[in-house]
């Protein structure tokens, strides 16, 4: 059964640019609705300059025009839909977003880490696996 809602999340990296086009692909294909979507930390590291410079510091909308600068350059003629969500936990509010909203697929790029990098940090893509009620498709470098 084809998914009709994907939701693409969007970490700026070039491992989730890159899984646009096989977002583009799957949502031509079936007929599928989009939706990028970003999780912004709210209290993520703001460098001393920000203070001294507010308006170099990156806010909602920024994130908001660069999804949609990635929706015109990466799905262009699909219906997609775009989402900024705040939050300190990016899988859980990746998972949370896809069950309130309907969504039948997550695609999530890896940064394919391993080792003690991936045990110091962690990974998204894995906690969206093994956490997410929809299925999810991975997207590795």
């Not at 600068?69 to 990016?90: C, Q, T």
């Amino acid at each position: 059964m084809a998914a009709k809602h994907i939701l693409a999340c969007v970490d700026f990296s070039e491992h989730s640019t890159r899984a646009l086009a096989e977002v583009a692909e799957y949502a031509k294909a079936n007929g599928s609705k989009v939706t990028l979507i970003h999780i912004a930390d709210p209290q993520a590291f703001i460098p001393p300059q920000a203070v001294l410079e507010p308006e170099s510091h990156t806010d909602r909308s920024a994130h908001e025009a660069e999804l949609a600068s990635l929706r015109d350059e990466h799905l262009a003629g699909l219906p997609v839909e775009i989402a900024v969500v705040e939050d300190h936990a990016p899988a859980r509010a990746i998972c949370d977003y896809a069950s309130n909203h309907g969504v039948d697929l997550i695609v999530i790029g890896s940064h394919g880490r391993g080792g003690m990098e991936r045990w110091l940090i962690g990974s998204v893509a894995e906690r969206v696996v093994r956490h997410a009620a929809s299925n999810v498709y991975v997207v590795r470098r």
